[in-house]
Structures are given as C-alpha cells and as structure tokens.
C-alpha cells in the first residue's frame, strides 16, 4: 500500500481552558463547520473546562464562545486574523502513526 492511499487517522483532541469564568463556554473552528459546540464534549471540573472532540492531523482556526460572546483563546499565542476584522486562534492536530 502506497502512502498516499492512507487516510489519516482521527486524533482525539483535548483543550483545557484553565482561566475562563462564565457559565457557558463553547467551541467552534474548521473542525466542525463553525457550528458551536457541534460534535464536541463539554466538561467542567473544579472550575476547568475541557472540549474534547476528533480532529484528521492539520492546522485548524477556531474560536471560543464565552456567554454568548465570539472571541479568540486568551490562552493561545497562535493567532491569525480572519476576514470579519477580528482574530482567529491557531490548533494543530499532530499526525499520529
């Protein structure tokens, strides 16, 4: 088998947002259509939030919706601007063999 005929394996995915206060937190990037939240599992514990959720290995954009409230990760360096004049966070799904 060639490696060009091998798809890349789904990477599960776990981002933890350590500093972020608000009663709801979601997700959204090219990973899932921009849909909020859309095929993401949501935890809170002890104040932390998680989003789990299964990526193919690339380089995403994503932001967070805090309360309703579309902004970039304050967690997250990696940053890009996009085409509504604000700035999108950078993730990337390392290739896994």
Not at 5 to 13: A, F, G, S, T, Y
Not at 19 to 45: S, Y
Not at 84 to 91: A, D, P, R, V
Request: charge should be negative; aromatic fraction near 8%; charged fraction near 25%.
């Amino acid at each position: 088998m060639h490696a060009a005929n091998i798809k890349p394996r789904l990477q599960l995915v776990v981002l933890t947002f350590d500093c972020i206060d608000c009663e709801r937190l979601q997700l959204a990037g090219d990973f899932n259509d921009w849909v909020p939240d859309r095929n993401i599992e949501t935890r809170k514990i002890n104040g932390r939030w998680q989003k789990i959720f299964t990526a193919e290995p690339g380089i995403y954009e994503y932001r967070l919706i805090v309360d309703g409230k579309w902004q970039q990760d304050p967690g997250n360096t990696a940053e890009i601007p996009n085409d509504k004049g604000t700035i999108n966070s950078l993730l990337q799904v390392p290739v896994q063999l």
